[in-house]
């Protein structure tokens, strides 16, 4: 309590007292502040007003319920899939923190996990650190494989990523299916020499609710590194080889055909749909 009183002081967030209780909480719907109060309030009325009931609680009945909750809340599912999908390096930072966490205690599993995260970030920029030489004239002006000078298909849209995706920044991807009324989703990936785990979990995100919602979604120009991370996570074989594209005129013309197939699609079933009430 008292830290988490300094903490703002020297521009720290403040921070659960017990994860436990905090993962109970959420699984029990808690998603605002409101919840973390109130979930305080009442322990503290516990503690205050009902300790003397409290106490008459069996202790095997207490401990199944912890029990219960370091099972839910220890996300066994996601290390699971990890461990079967994600890159060695960050599946040895995974059980390095899971053992830290079972010997010491959660705050040094997480210092240590994040130092480990750092230096294996900074390992991959190394390995992927190319060197280009600079020209006179302006590159966007020069580059026939600007976006801008390519005829994009109808309901098509096309987003290109700049950089590695890693944890730090797999979130900002996900406003890449805010459109609704498109059939196609282009993600150009030339300039992302590296992905981790957290990165190829927010593309299968985005995957996902392309399927869900009937959007084609064709990759252009995935490095190699982003491509093995893909394959080994599954999401390769889900998107299909055809619509993983070397080239953005490749991509476009793969998104052409599927509009394309789309429209002959909604002109069958519609052309069904006369039929059948001229029959009626």
């Not at 190319?130 to 000078?149: G, K, S």
């Not at 730090?168 to 981790?196: C, F, G, H, Q, T």
Request: some cysteine; aromatic content about 6%.
């Amino acid at each position: 309590g008292l830290a988490n009183i300094a903490s703002p002081l020297f521009g720290g967030i403040p921070a659960t007292g017990a994860i436990a209780r905090t993962a109970a909480n959420v699984r029990n719907g808690g998603r605002t502040p409101v919840a973390g109060m109130v979930h305080s309030v009442v322990v503290l009325i516990i503690l205050v007003v009902l300790m003397p009931f409290a106490s008459m609680i069996p202790m095997p009945t207490i401990a199944a319920i912890l029990f219960m909750v370091a099972y839910n809340m220890c996300g066994w599912k996601t290390i699971r899939n990890i461990i079967k999908t994600a890159p060695k390096s960050d599946i040895f930072v995974l059980l390095v923190t899971i053992v830290l966490t079972i010997v010491f205690d959660l705050v040094v599993a997480i210092g240590v996990g994040m130092v480990l995260a750092a230096i294996l970030f900074m390992k991959r920029m190394a390995d992927v650190t190319e060197a280009h030489a600079w020209t006179d004239v302006d590159d966007e002006e020069t580059d026939v494989d600007n976006i801008l000078r390519k005829k994009i298909p109808e309901r098509t849209r096309v987003y290109e990523i700049n950089g590695p995706m890693f944890f730090a920044a797999s979130e900002r991807y996900k406003y890449m299916l805010d459109d609704n009324d498109i059939d196609v989703l282009i993600i150009r990936m030339r300039n992302v020499p590296a992905i981790d785990s957290a990165g190829v979990e927010a593309l299968s995100q985005i995957v996902k609710r392309c399927d869900r919602e009937g959007v084609t979604t064709v990759f252009s120009h995935v490095n190699e590194q982003p491509l093995h991370a893909m394959t080994k996570a599954g999401l390769y074989e889900r998107v299909g080889s055809e619509n993983f594209c070397s080239h953005i005129d490749t991509a476009l013309a793969r998104a052409e055909e599927a509009v394309c197939r789309e429209a002959v699609r909604i002109v069958r079933e519609q052309t069904l749909d006369l039929r059948a009430l001229y029959t009626g």
